[in-house]
């Protein structure tokens, strides 16, 4: 075969792999045909793989591009990085870094998860617009606030698919990692100067290290149901520098910090009981029907504002074997259950 038919098979090869790259079906094909012409194809490439970074609508494919256009050392596929870059940004309506962890938490979903539809941008299905509703349920969701992600859900995930690009999240302020196997707290968590609200509970959590030093804006942290051995100097300190509401509602000062703790170990606020029904003051019976059937945790107090009972659950007591010693500074209890 001579070269001017070498050639002319060549190009006849190439508009096969261009073809299937924009018009197949498949997107299995897709992924061949976008391989073989980053790899074979270089200058000819330009158009058909910017058509595809702007309309292919399967995630697999464009994580393909991805990866090729990284591995290629080809200077022309930098605008065609760009041009990925715009497209993610436009999707997730956030900067690129953060809409690159977006995109990857897209692709493990569609991975993973059974009924997830594989096309890029059904994550934004997954969008909330206040936080009350990420409080509801667990499962992956998401607040987006100024072109930032600020607040995110990912209670009930495997640890080892959190993509290493959750660091870009420069903006967090709610962070929920509930129910995910940690055994130990993650180090990317310290990446997150902004954070506000950190959930971690029904994790397998023995010790907790100081969070206070890196996260110096967190006013709010859960760790209900780990199995921590003693309670942290730090954790003290920290709940009485966040026991304010407590002393709003009569709590004596120097004791509010004991409530804040316990707060913090059983995930809840704890409720004052209503002082004008004898009921709550006198009958266990009944605020431990309260405690399993409303989810609400109760304290009450004195005319002198000294807690004088907590009513918890049998299940928080036993996974909170340190607290002890700090309801043993509360002088005027006369029951905690």
């Keep these: 075969m001579d070269f001017e038919s070498t050639d002319l098979f060549s190009k006849k090869i190439y508009k096969i792999y261009e073809y299937s790259l924009i018009s197949d079906d498949n997107w299995i094909v897709r992924i061949t045909a976008a391989k073989q012409i980053i790899q074979n194809f270089n200058k000819e490439s330009l158009v058909p793989l910017k058509w595809a970074i702007q309309h292919d609508k399967s995630p697999f494919v464009l994580k393909t591009l991805i990866e090729l256009?990284?591995?290629?050392?080809y200077q022309e596929f930098n605008t065609l990085l760009e041009e990925i870059n715009f497209r993610l940004e436009s999707i997730y309506e956030v900067i690129h870094e953060e809409a690159r962890f977006l995109f990857e938490l897209e692709i493990i979903l569609a991975e993973n998860?059974?009924?997830?539809?594989?096309?890029?941008?059904?994550?934004?299905?997954?969008?909330?617009?206040?936080?009350?509703?990420?409080?509801?349920?667990?499962?992956?969701?998401?607040?987006?606030?100024n072109g930032h992600v600020i607040a995110l859900n990912?209670?009930?995930?495997?640890?080892?698919?959190?993509?290493?690009?959750?660091?870009?999240?420069s903006k967090i302020q709610h962070l929920d990692l509930?129910?995910?196997?940690?055994?130990?707290?993650?180090?990317?968590?310290?990446?997150?100067?902004?954070?506000?609200?950190?959930?971690?509970?029904?994790n397998k959590l023995k010790s907790v290290p100081d969070l206070t030093q890196e996260l110096q804006t967190l006013d709010n942290l859960n760790l209900k149901e780990n199995p921590i051995s003693e309670i942290p100097n730090w954790l003290f300190v920290f709940a009485r520098k966040k026991s304010?509401?407590?002393?709003?509602?009569?709590?004596?000062?120097?004791?509010?910090?004991?409530?804040?703790?316990?707060?913090?170990?059983?995930?809840?606020?704890?409720?004052?009981?209503?002082?004008?029904?004898d009921w709550v003051v006198y009958c266990k019976a009944w605020l431990y029907r309260l405690c399993y059937?409303?989810?609400?945790?109760?304290?009450?107090i004195d005319e002198e504002g000294d807690v004088s009972g907590i009513y918890l659950s049998a299940r928080e007591n036993l996974y909170q074997k340190?607290?002890?010693?700090?309801?043993?500074?509360?002088?005027?209890?006369?029951?905690?259950?």
């Design 69 to 73: 256009l990284y591995d290629v050392k």
């Design 113 to 145: 998860e059974e009924g997830f539809e594989a096309k890029i941008g059904l994550l934004n299905r997954n969008r909330m617009m206040s936080l009350d509703e990420m409080l509801i349920g667990d499962g992956v969701c998401f607040m987006i606030e």
């Design 154 to 169: 990912l209670s009930g995930w495997n640890v080892k698919d959190i993509p290493k690009s959750i660091t870009t999240l």
């Design 178 to 202: 509930g129910k995910m196997g940690f055994e130990e707290v993650p180090d990317f968590l310290y990446s997150f100067s902004q954070l506000k609200t950190l959930d971690l509970r029904k």
């Design 244 to 277: 304010s509401q407590y002393v709003k509602e009569g709590v004596n000062k120097d004791e509010a910090p004991v409530l804040r703790l316990l707060e913090i170990l059983v995930g809840q606020k704890l409720k004052q009981a209503d002082k004008k029904k």
């Design 293 to 300: 059937c409303c989810g609400a945790r109760y304290y009450t």
């Design 322 to 337: 340190s607290s002890p010693k700090h309801i043993d500074s509360l002088k005027f209890v006369k029951e905690y259950c």
